[in-house]
């Protein structure tokens, strides 16, 4: 398998390798099959059989495990796949492997009743702020995202057309003072706003009365601020649609998971994380624990990789297939270059 390493993995991934260094007789570098980046990948052909390791998620071994971790295959069947005999093809031995940390999933109450009352006064103004003359500009960028009205008006959608400041207390929250000695304020900036309507795992307490639990604002004109500002005292539980599915879909952004319910409801449940390195919450995680499989489609971009890949296979095993969109960087950006986001999901899933 000298040779043959960088072969397999070139022909297997479809990517392309090139040789940066004579470390151990020739060091290969590219794109990792798993967790992507540019040059995270490394192959050595000539050391000690060929070997690779990815400086990323960390993935490693020879020709062996590398088609044991592609195709899921036994040893003995990878083995096969290479044409190798059963005596040049032994089991090395290896040493106990130490007990790690099991992922305990945190519980994220609802906010205090004040807050959702307050939330939900200004989520109903934005709503009907949306379908007026002043929402066309955020319409605009809900539709470009592909999004049809039926589907913003499900979602509960709004916009907010100006920066508004609230008493915090007046909101249930306690008090707290900047730098200046003045009191802090709530900020509910400008900008489309997202709405989570309940905790998943609390509905029943709540007579299924959806009751407002986050406002997440993507704002008009960030500048050198954050695109999306949650608002203070909003849970960050993830958002979890058709949570009744045995495969879902996790990505992150709330409107890309909105536009994939759209055209895949009857296929897939959607899980939302919000951020990159975000993970499931108590609800969220016994969903993935019983799934059939998970698609982790969160946003490849250096960021999303770095802080997310790891996680997914290391908590859920085989069941999490890698599967960004083929163009862009999420959903809704692959949609607008021509993607077919039922067919994407339904190629998953076959």
């Not at 049809?148 to 008493?167: M, S």
């Not at 707290?176 to 900020?187: A, S, T």
């Not at 960021?303 to 999420?330: C, E, L, M, N």
Request: with cysteine; aromatic share 10%; charged share 25%.
């Amino acid at each position: 398998m000298t040779d043959y390493i960088l072969a397999l993995i070139q022909q297997e991934s479809g990517l392309s390798f090139k040789k940066v260094a004579a470390t151990h007789g020739g060091e290969y570098a590219g794109p990792c099959p798993w967790c992507g980046g540019n040059d995270r990948f490394l192959i050595w052909p000539q050391y000690k059989g060929g070997r690779y390791w990815c400086r990323g998620c960390e993935k490693t071994g020879d020709a062996i495990q590398y088609l044991r971790d592609i195709h899921g295959l036994s040893f003995a069947e990878a083995c096969k796949e290479l044409g190798i005999s059963k005596s040049g093809c032994k089991r090395k031995r290896t040493k106990p492997i130490s007990e790690k940390p099991v992922f305990k999933p945190k519980k994220y109450e609802n906010p205090p009743a004040l807050w959702m009352q307050k939330a939900e006064v200004i989520l109903n103004a934005t709503q009907e702020n949306l379908w007026t003359p002043s929402g066309q500009a955020a319409r605009d960028i809900l539709f470009n995202k592909g999004l049809t009205e039926a589907t913003i008006r499900h979602a509960g959608i709004g916009f907010n057309p100006l920066d508004l400041y609230r008493d915090r207390r007046g909101w249930g929250l306690p008090q707290e003072i900047r730098f200046d000695g003045k009191p802090k304020l709530l900020w509910i900036p400008a900008g489309i706003v997202i709405p989570f309507n309940y905790l998943p795992a609390q509905k029943a307490q709540t007579q299924n009365k959806e009751i407002v639990t986050r406002l997440r604002i993507r704002r008009n004109d960030p500048g050198e601020g954050p695109r999306y500002v949650i608002v203070a005292g909003s849970t960050m539980a993830p958002l979890v649609l058709e949570p009744d599915k045995n495969i879902f879909v996790v990505v992150e952004s709330e409107l890309d998971a909105w536009l994939i319910w759209q055209e895949a409801a009857d296929l897939v449940g959607i899980i939302a994380m919000g951020a990159a390195g975000m993970k499931p919450d108590v609800f969220t995680h016994s969903l993935l624990s019983k799934a059939e499989k998970i698609l982790n489609a969160l946003d490849y971009d250096e960021a999303g990789a770095r802080h997310s890949w790891k996680f997914w296979p290391k908590t859920y095993g085989q069941r999490v297939i890698r599967w960004p969109v083929p163009i862009g960087k999420d959903p809704s950006d692959a949609l607008q270059q021509g993607v077919n986001i039922r067919e994407w999901i339904e190629a998953a899933i076959e």
